[in-house]
């Protein structure tokens, strides 16, 4: 075989450690000392959401993912490292928002 050998690279993501979230920006602090921040209408879900149900999270999946309950949300760390947004489709998300202001 002639030419430049093929190297497998496999990236190792750091753990979440602190996350905070304001009325614009969703913020992670990561273990390797990072901090990744990201408008917060990249996740509608917590863009709807109030104040105290966006405060309410859990760092989940061994520290790779964070949950909030009452918006049924997950965000994984590798979609935050790469820069992706959500990807709920409009009519789901519009279901949700539908669903999330008769429980309010």
């Known amino acids: 075989m002639n030419g430049t050998p093929s190297a497998v690279v496999t ?3 750091p753990r979440i450690i602190h996350v905070l979230v304001t009325d614009d920006t969703l913020s992670v602090d990561l273990e390797d000392g990072r901090t990744i921040s990201v408008p917060i209408g990249w996740y509608p879900r917590l863009a709807h959401g109030t104040p105290e149900e966006r405060a309410h999270f859990q760092i989940s999946g061994a520290g790779y993912g964070i949950h909030w309950p009452e918006l049924d949300e997950d965000i994984g760390i590798e ?3 790469l820069g992706k947004r959500s990807t709920e489709s409009p009519a789901s998300f519009e279901r ?3 669903q999330h202001k008769k429980q309010g």
């Open 96 to 98: 949700w928002l539908q």
């Open 79 to 81: 979609g935050l490292v």
């Open 11 to 13: 990236l190792t993501l």
